[in-house]
């Protein structure tokens, strides 16, 4: 007989105090291990944890498979090991997507006076989970495995994604230095907290990362962290991508917020959100903008003439903008507008759009420059700045609404 999938739990991500359950249900320790196309690794993952849970703390546990409907069938193959190890639930995911929410939806369903999460993909050493619960009894709210910590590191991390890691982790002590600043690694994906500790507060997260909601919206006290080396994939794809660091960068200014930006996009209708996106493309468009205006300009390159070199440099940043507003900032929009010619058609009107604010550009770029006597760089700068709301709203508004329909 097949098992009963668990319940996914609907509505606010929000995590109730242990008496809603019964003392029949109540466990120690509840761990969630979230997934996506993990099904070389589940069976594995699950019989090392279970073996290493009985030792520690036999009966008083539970594992909790949150997966989001993987292709390769990851729910279904831990679905049929639940006769064999009575202490695993498994949730397989239809509607909602991401990391971070599936870890709440665990915890919502979780019975667990202290809540745990653990990767699917065997990259983080299961070993650590005695050290971890081990900090909680000891009296800590929040025992995080830090890779930057005595005995934690990398196995095999080129230069080029330890940069990004640190990088991440300082810009984020810059945006939110009293919650980033907690512990040694923000970025870290394996960490228990006690329920009381998230109990009642309304988790709202944008990405990956858990960790950051945790430490900003619950009522953390002490916390400990506990070394750990991250280990390279035993299985299976890596799942880091680029939009993963800009959703981490986005989940940061959300949590500076502390909701004035929700609220003042629900007052006055604003999709700051989309907003957001449109403004990290842009900021990418700024660096193909300046360096082409660099090398048009430039005296020690072609010393062209600065409306020139503006005009011209602008139009590679308008190229380098579109392409990425149409995958990903209005992606949802162009995804009903398939096909060249409506990408095209696209393009042409973004341009249109664009070249206005090139107009404005260079009006605003000459007055400072040759007004307020400005650097030419610094001027250039402030005028990319204050063009780019006018060419988000009437972007919106125009090149990206759907007028065909079959």
Not at 21 to 43: A, D, G, M, R, W
Not at 186 to 210: D, L, Q, T, W
Not at 341 to 358: A, D, E, P, W
Request: charged share 20%; with cysteine; proline share 3%.
């Amino acid at each position: 007989m097949t098992a009963i999938l668990a319940t996914v739990p609907s509505g606010a991500l929000l995590i109730e105090e242990v008496s809603a359950h019964s003392v029949q249900e109540h466990c120690y320790f509840s761990l969630v291990i979230p997934t996506f196309n993990e099904s070389k690794n589940i069976e594995n993952i699950v019989r090392i944890l279970t073996d290493l849970l009985d030792r520690f703390i036999p009966n008083t546990y539970e594992l909790i498979v949150v997966d989001d409907n993987s292709p390769d069938l990851t729910w279904k193959i831990a679905q049929e090991l639940i006769s064999e190890f009575p202490h695993l639930r498994v949730m397989r995911r239809e509607q909602e997507k991401g990391l971070s929410t599936a870890v709440i939806r665990g915890w919502q369903i979780a019975r667990g006076d202290v809540l745990g999460v653990i990767d699917g993909d065997l990259q983080h050493p299961p070993e650590i989970l005695q050290k971890l619960l081990q900090a909680i009894e000891q009296g800590a709210d929040l025992a995080v495995a830090s890779r930057h910590v005595e005995g934690g590191g990398v196995s095999d991390w080129g230069f080029v994604r330890r940069l990004l890691s640190r990088g991440a982790q300082l810009l984020g002590l810059i945006i939110l230095p009293r919650v980033i600043g907690r512990v040694s690694d923000p970025m870290s994906g394996y960490f228990m907290v006690r329920r009381s500790a998230i109990a009642g507060c309304e988790m709202n997260p944008f990405g990956y990362k858990i960790l950051i909601e945790v430490l900003g919206r619950g009522k953390v006290g002490e916390i400990a962290e506990v070394g750990y080396v991250f280990q390279e994939r035993q299985a299976g794809e890596s799942k880091v991508t680029w939009k993963q660091y800009v959703e981490y960068i986005l989940h940061l200014l959300k949590l500076r917020s502390r909701g004035r930006v929700t609220r003042f996009r629900q007052k006055y209708g604003l999709p700051i959100q989309r907003f957001l996106r449109f403004g990290l493309v842009g900021f990418s468009g700024v660096f193909v903008d300046m360096a082409i205006f660099y090398l048009l300009s430039d005296p020690t390159t072609l010393h062209w003439g600065l409306t020139r070199s503006k005009v011209i440099a602008a139009e590679f940043a308008i190229l380098n903008n579109f392409l990425w507003n149409d995958l990903w900032t209005f992606r949802d929009i162009s995804s009903h507008q398939t096909g060249w010619s409506k990408r095209l058609k696209r393009f042409i009107k973004f341009n249109l759009v664009c070249l206005l604010g090139v107009f404005l550009n260079v009006v605003i770029l000459n007055f400072l420059y040759n007004y307020l006597k400005i650097n030419q760089y610094l001027a250039n700068l402030l005028a990319i700045a204050l063009v780019t709301i006018w060419n988000f709203w009437i972007n919106l508004k125009l090149s990206w609404r759907v007028t065909q329909t079959k």
